[in-house]
């Protein structure tokens, strides 16, 4: 059984900074890319951040995160890590780690599991 289990999210001050963790289990095969979205109320979910399996220094980002995010994977740990400088209160939102088979994709309806998420919460 997949399992993504995200914590880290929480309460932070405009400029401020917050790593996000995902541990997952039951993803055997090793082949996943992993991915970050976020979802603000009464908004879509979007992309925020990918990294491949095979290479920790294939990550991707959305334009409205980049420079100021980071994603990072261990293997070795089993889990992906997103840590958020210079947030804004436009970052709101629940974060939510996801796992796809083969590379990344920027299309959340491209991945087959996904955790509970985490709240975000970025005050003036």
């Known amino acids: 059984q997949v399992q993504l289990l995200e914590s880290g999210g929480g309460l932070v001050q405009a400029g401020g900074s917050l790593r996000l963790s995902c541990a997952t289990s039951g993803l055997t095969s090793g082949s996943y890319a992993m991915g970050w979205f976020r979802q603000a109320p009464g908004k879509e979910r979007e992309f925020v951040a990918a990294v491949d399996w095979w290479s920790a220094r294939s990550t991707y980002y959305a334009d409205s995160v980049k420079g100021r995010f980071t994603i990072s994977r261990d293997n070795a740990k089993n889990t992906v890590y997103l840590q958020m400088d210079s947030l804004k209160p436009e970052d709101t939102a629940v974060y939510f780690c996801?796992?796809?088979?083969?590379?990344?994709?920027?299309?959340?309806?491209?991945?087959?599991?996904w955790g509970q998420g985490t709240q975000v919460t970025v005050s003036l």
């Open positions: 996801a796992a796809k088979l083969g590379g990344h994709r920027s299309t959340s309806y491209e991945y087959a599991f």
